[in-house]
């Protein structure tokens, strides 16, 4: 491949909402700035806007398709002339674009020669709509008078302080046993990297506030006490997270009393006494979509802790590229981690057309996994299997059915993206794979995904057929070989249970679980991993990602329970319906107050109350090509969750979070500024 560095070209992009008279229509528009005329060319264009196969074109035809990498080529013998504009146009897309970044986010060409030219692209505009596009967090202002008389988020279970003493110049830990040490390294390293010129741990010549370190009986094992007087603070707590969160809160009163002293006091005298209302608070971050470096990761578990959270779902695989090191597979890196023009794996979702992505190395992983002990979170990975499995197939297609024939495809416009549950192959990788992830990973909890199986996946396998037959008779095959060239279009939409792939799903599913059981390891899924009722719910768990009715009928049945909408708890779906704000829309919409307001046991019976693990936000990163667009969409929202998932929910106060919300971090710290 070679690619012109500078660009000569540039693409326009428009979303025409239907009216009464005309129809969905996304245009893309491409002028020539050259003083050439360009024939024989092919646009690349990819989003997360998917054009599906049986759009109408007008103005030259899809040439290829995969997923949201779209290549489109003019009419036979068109050239195009020096600062003349070549327009396509698309109709009958499945799904509408709803936002700015659901339009194209890359985009080149393929000259006649092979050469691959840069093309200059913008975001995409909705006609009839030109407010300023959103990037960048909303910070909440802080009032003048707010609601509470210190800043913690997530507010603590009881708070009892009074008389407002000098603001401290900073905070001198004095630990009292090795925990007590290992807490107050771990909250120094936290503020020394979130806050590294405000000197919030120093020392009593440096003017610090004395601040005792204790470990005591009596404590759960993430609560604490902290008591104020005028000698200065106590901490306690029964374990060295629990001391850690103590700090952090008092991190959190320190930082309110010194940049807002009008609105905010430091506690002369008093007590807060404190514990989470539910032991998992997660946080699940998609980086198979677009990657963040080992730097970005830490960053954001530092971010966690600020927020007590202390699950890290790490979903380090998915179709479109693999992200951790696997020493018995390297193919998997050296193919499944990139990708660009040219590549088994093309530009998707904005990357362009020169090899982009990554991995961790083990080295890496270490590093993050210790990093977030210290913080009290413990990390979860998620390889996402059988399904949404591409990047894995290119880099080890013996795992393919040799004699398959036909395609299926998934929702995200993937064809035949199962790895096959009836080959032997499939098995011994995963093996291997799972122990390396299990020598990385010692909180010994795998997700392995489970999600989003199309419904005619493995329609056209002879080996899967095969062993269809023998689970479930001659007629279930038969009817599962019939939904050959099956083309899933919504998320959730195309219900597997009971069908040939579902049964073949749960075989794969419990050899899965039963492996992970023997080396001691509890199985994470989403809600599909239920399918079949195979896997044994005293050593998994699930992420109910549908509907809090759905988490809840899973948890009558038995199964462990972390809840996470995607209607609410998504954080890749837009802040609000309006075309300005970036993210996606296909499980609705919703604001910081929405999610804050959310009760995620509505409805729940006690009996399934005793299923609920906690709450988790999964941030999934198809339109996160700009990290402005990252913190648009992840904060404060992820403040709301963490407050959900800590504070007792008759504490809770919209108008108290909102007060405090500002002061809490960013990752990449862009500011929403119209």
């Given at each position: 491949m070679?690619l012109q560095?500078?660009?000569a ?5 428009t979303w025409?909402p239907?009216t009464?008279t005309?129809?969905l229509?996304?245009s893309?528009a491409l002028?020539?700035?050259?003083s ?5 060319f092919?646009l690349?264009?990819?989003?997360p806007a998917?054009i599906?196969?049986?759009?109408t ?7 290829q398709?995969?997923?949201n990498h779209?290549e ?5 013998s068109f050239?195009?002339g ?7 146009t ?10 700015w ?12 020669d092979?050469?691959v030219a840069?093309v200059?692209?913008?975001?995409t505009?909705a ?5 300023v ?6 910070i909440?202002?802080?009032?003048a ?5 210190v ?6 279970r009881i ?11 900073g905070l ?5 046993s090795a ?7 771990a ?5 020394d ?6 000197g ?5 010549a ?5 601040v005792?370190?204790g470990?005591a ?7 604490y ?8 603070v ?5 374990t060295?997270t629990?001391?850690f969160?103590?700090?952090?809160t ?21 007590e807060?006494?404190?514990e989470?209302?539910l032991?998992?608070?997660g946080t ?10 080992t730097?970005?990761?830490k ?9 007590k959270l ?11 590229g ?5 020493s018995a597979?390297?193919a ?18 904005g990357?362009?057309?020169e090899?982009?992505?990554?991995y961790?190395t083990?080295?890496?992983v270490?590093e993050v996994v210790?990093?977030a002990?210290q913080?009290?979170i413990?990390?979860?990975p998620?390889?996402?299997?059988p399904?949404?499995c591409?990047?894995?197939?290119q880099a080890i297609?013996?795992l393919?059915?040799?004699g398959?024939i ?13 790895i096959?549950p009836a080959?032997?192959?499939?098995y011994?990788?995963l093996?291997k ?15 392995i995904?489970?999600?989003?199986v199309?419904l005619?996946?493995?329609?056209g ?8 037959t023998?689970?479930?008779g001659?007629?279930?095959a038969a009817a599962h070989a ?8 919504t ?5 597997i249970?009971?069908?040939g ?7 794969f ?9 023997s ?9 599909e991993a239920?399918?079949g009722?195979v896997?044994?719910?005293q050593k998994?768990?699930l992420c ?11 948890a ?6 972390v809840?996470?909408p995607g209607q609410?708890?998504y954080l ?7 075309w300005?704000e970036?993210?996606?829309a296909?499980a ?5 107050e929405?999610?804050y307001?959310?009760d995620?046991?509505?409805?729940w ?5 005793t299923k ?8 999934w990163?198809e339109?996160m090509?700009d990290?402005?667009?990252f913190?648009?969409l992840v904060f404060p ?7 959900t998932?800590?504070?007792q929910?008759?504490?809770?106060s ?7 919300a ?7 710290g862009?500011a929403?500024r119209?």
């Amino acid at each position: 491949m070679t690619l012109q560095s500078k660009s000569a070209f540039r693409l326009e992009t428009t979303w025409a909402p239907a009216t009464a008279t005309d129809r969905l229509a996304y245009s893309l528009a491409l002028t020539n700035l050259s003083s050439k005329a360009i024939e024989g060319f092919v646009l690349c264009v990819s989003g997360p806007a998917r054009i599906d196969p049986a759009v109408t074109v007008e103005g030259g035809r899809l040439a290829q398709r995969l997923s949201n990498h779209s290549e489109f080529a003019p009419p036979d013998s068109f050239a195009l002339g020096p600062h003349e504009t070549w327009t396509v146009t698309v109709h009958g897309l499945s799904y509408p674009l709803r936002h700015w970044t659901d339009g194209a986010t890359a985009a080149y060409l393929v000259l006649a020669d092979g050469t691959v030219a840069p093309v200059a692209l913008g975001p995409t505009k909705a006609i009839g709509d030109n407010a300023v596009l959103k990037r960048g967090a909303e910070i909440y202002p802080v009032p003048a008078q707010a609601p509470v008389p210190v800043s913690v988020i997530p507010w603590p279970r009881i708070v009892s302080v009074s008389g407002g003493r000098a603001v401290p110049r900073g905070l001198a830990l004095r630990p009292k046993s090795a925990a007590a040490a290992d807490a107050g390294a771990a909250f120094g390293d936290l503020v020394d990297s979130l806050f590294a010129v405000e000197g919030i741990v120093r020392n009593e010549a440096e003017g610090g506030l004395p601040v005792d370190l204790g470990i005591a009986d009596g404590f759960g094992p993430e609560a604490y006490a902290i008591r104020f007087s005028a000698d200065g603070v106590a901490v306690s707590a029964g374990t060295k997270t629990g001391l850690f969160y103590g700090l952090v809160t008092l991190g959190q009163m320190l930082r309110g009393a010194r940049s807002h002293p009008e609105t905010f006091f430091f506690p002369a005298e008093g007590e807060i006494r404190d514990e989470p209302a539910l032991g998992w608070r997660g946080t699940h971050l998609d980086v198979a979509r677009q990657f963040y470096a080992t730097a970005e990761i830490k960053t954001f578990l530092r971010i966690l802790a600020w927020n007590k959270l202390n699950r890290f779902h790490w979903h380090l695989y998915d179709d479109e590229g693999w992200r951790v090191e696997i020493s018995a597979y390297p193919a998997l890196t050296r193919i499944g981690a990139w990708r660009g023009h040219g590549l088994p794996v093309p530009p998707l979702l904005g990357s362009g057309p020169e090899p982009s992505g990554g991995y961790y190395t083990k080295a890496a992983v270490r590093e993050v996994v210790q990093l977030a002990g210290q913080f009290g979170i413990e990390v979860v990975p998620e390889i996402d299997v059988p399904g949404h499995c591409y990047a894995m197939l290119q880099a080890i297609p013996e795992l393919r059915d040799p004699g398959e024939i036909g395609e299926y495809f998934s929702v995200q416009g993937f064809p035949n993206n199962c790895i096959n549950p009836a080959r032997p192959e499939t098995y011994l990788v995963l093996e291997k794979i799972l122990d390396e992830l299990i020598e990385l990973f010692p909180f010994k909890t795998i997700h392995i995904g489970a999600d989003e199986v199309p419904l005619g996946a493995w329609s056209g396998s002879p080996q899967a057929l095969a062993r269809l037959t023998e689970l479930g008779g001659e007629g279930l095959a038969a009817a599962h070989a019939k939904r050959l060239n099956v083309v899933t279009n919504t998320h959730g939409a195309d219900e597997i249970d009971g069908s040939g792939a579902a049964v073949l799903q749960a075989e794969f599913l419990k050899r899965i679980q039963s492996f992970l059981a023997s080396r001691g390891c509890i199985t994470g899924g989403w809600q599909e991993a239920a399918h079949g009722n195979v896997i044994d719910k005293q050593k998994s768990y699930l992420c109910g990602w549908r509907t809090v009715e759905a988490s809840a009928a899973l948890a009558g049945e038995g199964y462990a329970m972390v809840v996470c909408p995607g209607q609410v708890y998504y954080l890749d779906m837009a802040n609000s319906p309006a075309w300005s704000e970036p993210g996606a829309a296909w499980a609705g919409w919703s604001d910081p107050e929405k999610l804050y307001g959310f009760d995620p046991v509505e409805g729940w019976t006690d009996k399934q109350k005793t299923k609920l693990l906690g709450v988790q936000a999964c941030i999934w990163s198809e339109p996160m090509t700009d990290r402005a667009v990252f913190d648009r969409l992840v904060f404060p929202r992820i403040s709301a969750l963490a407050e959900t998932g800590w504070t007792q929910p008759e504490k809770k106060s919209w108008e108290r979070f909102k007060a405090l919300a500002g002061l809490m971090p960013v990752l990449y710290g862009a500011a929403w500024r119209p």
